[in-house]
Nanobody
Framework: QVRLVESGGGLVQAGGSLRLSCAASGRRIINYAMGWFRQAPGKEREFVASISWNGGRTDYADSVQGRFTTARDNTQNMVYLQMDNLKPEDAALYYC??????????????????????WGQGTRVTVSS
């Protein structure tokens, strides 16, 4: 199967930037769409962004559109989330995910937690105001 490991979280001031990474191991992820989610304390896990198998298509939550960018490097089995102009409300545990049941990696309209079956452990982002 696939193991996903996120990194790059930390403490940043409002208006600052962070770049999250998601490293996949155990299987090549080139065939699969990838997703990013986040979960703040006391809240449900929510969709942030997704990217198709070749990076040609992306989808973003309205709350991060224009500030976050996701990309991938299939040669390195990596996925990234560039987060700019961070706001205090962006603070959360960020997860990357994929769906090994769905080899059609062209679909990015996958905004529900149930659309994914493989998750990383998360990396924490804290934004100070």
């Amino acid at each position: 199967q696939v193991r996903l490991v996120e990194s790059g979280g930390g403490l940043v001031q409002a208006g600052g930037s962070l770049r999250l990474s998601c490293a996949a191991s155990g299987r090549r992820i080139i065939n699969y769409a990838m997703g990013w989610f986040r979960q703040a304390p006391g809240k449900e896990r929510e969709f942030v962004a997704s990217i198709s198998w070749n990076g040609g298509r992306t989808d973003y939550a309205d709350s991060v559109q224009g500030r976050f960018t996701t990309a991938r490097d299939n040669t390195q089995n990596m996925v990234y989330l560039q987060m700019d102009n961070l706001k205090p409300e962006d603070a959360a545990l960020y997860y990357c995910a994929t769906d090994l049941r769905a080899p059609d990696g062209s679909k990015v309209e996958k905004r529900r937690v149930s659309n994914y079956d493989t998750w990383g452990q998360g990396t924490r982002v804290t934004v100070s105001s």
